[in-house]
């Protein structure tokens, strides 16, 4: 037996195992979806890689279909509820090489109708573009829906008429807590970027303080929102060098420390208000939109293992704390790479990436609002349950 093993030893080249890719696989705790809404999860923003036709992506749920480059559902009524979603990722030869599990969470088509909803956006550019608000207040207007007001002091000239936020190009978290002028306490400077925090203040000569109470009270009828979302990451760590691992997560370190801050700050001055933490968007599945925006400076992969690695942070950080307040939007799934992005733009999507987005967080405040149990607003919905499984859905 031992000649056996070890003549071909000698006798015939060594050949390495082929070493498997390391997808990281990420999901967020759960995914919510309302009867009627159309939801696509794309599977080149489930993983890690720059090839995602080279793989099999199976997902095993009592509701939806698989296509070709997304799992797609436009649930019914009699499929409101939660059902259990396992992704399992495999290679040409069927070999799996990842799995995952979440939550699908299909809110009643009636859920919060005709409640009050205060509700206060907040991020980025892509806030400030004011098409995934814009997009939320197309839902909330279809029957069946909570009354929202829109708190905010920006409203852009693409921002509909009863449509307003905290939304601003080149913003990160910190910016919300920190970011200060003297010259320029005025609420704009500029028809995109705002050089003053709209939520800091501050008497002449002296420094400015962070005071969320005056704003609600100067800014929105002297009353919290009952909701606030937030859509921010990709300033905070574009510049972040993608091939230094231990670099990446220093400068996500940071990041989630100052999100912390804005988050706790919210919760002091708005015990009851639940905040809806949206994960960072996946990139243009085109390099031209980088090309095109930073001529060779910054590449479509780069951020790809940027972003992908802030999502898992995100998730490790923020999940299963709705005891907290404190929820997370499946935004990072939602918007498909190639026809939700301009082939010109590496990370700001068109008209269709920005429903997709407002589409989330309306069908997350849908669920939100559903927990038959829960007192008048604002609470904040138990953990669900999962049914059995049944077969896969296969691409």
Known sequence: MEARLILPLLLLPWTAPAQQPDLALTLPPAIHAVPGVPLRLFYDNLVLTEKPEAFRFEFDCPVGTAEQRAWRIEATDDQVGTHPIRVTVRDANGTPLASAET?????????????????????????????????????FAEPGNPNVTFLGTHH?????????????????????????????????????????????????????????????????????????????????????????????????????????????????????????????????????????????????????????????????????????????????????????YPENNGVHPNAHGYAQIGTAFYSWIKAWCADADAPPFPQSPPPATAPPDRAPARR
Not at 118 to 139: C, F, H, K, V
């Open 103 to 139: 939550r699908l969470q299909v809110a009643p088509r009636q859920a919060g109708a005709g409640r009050p909803l205060r509700l206060l956006i907040i991020g980025d550019s892509l806030t400030n573009a004011s098409q995934y608000p814009n997009e939320m207040a197309r839902w």
């Open 156 to 340: 852009p000239s693409s921002a509909q008429p009863n449509v307003s936020h905290e939304g601003y190009g080149g913003w990160t978290w910190a910016a919300f807590l920190t970011r200060w002028n003297p010259q320029a306490a005025a609420p704009a400077a500029g028809p995109v970027k705002r050089a003053t925090s709209p939520f800091l203040f501050a008497r002449e000569g002296e420094p400015p303080v962070f005071d969320l109470p005056r704003y609600f009270r100067e800014s929105c009828d002297d009353q919290p929102p009952d909701v606030v979302t937030f859509l921010l990451g990709i300033n905070d760590c574009f510049s972040a060098n993608p091939d230094d691992p231990k670099a990446i997560d220093t400068k996500i370190d940071g990041v989630l420390a100052q999100a912390d801050q804005l988050l706790a700050a919210f919760h002091a001055a708005a015990p009851q208000a639940t905040l809806a933490v949206g994960l960072t968007t996946a990139p243009n599945a085109r390099e031209s939109g980088f090309e095109a925006n930073y001529k060779g400076r910054y590449h479509r992969w780069g951020w790809k293992r940027i972003q992908h690695r802030l999502v898992q942070r995100m998730i490790d950080h923020l999940a299963n704390r709705e005891s907290e307040g404190i929820h997370l939007v499946a935004t990072e799934l939602v918007v498909d790479p190639v026809e939700g």
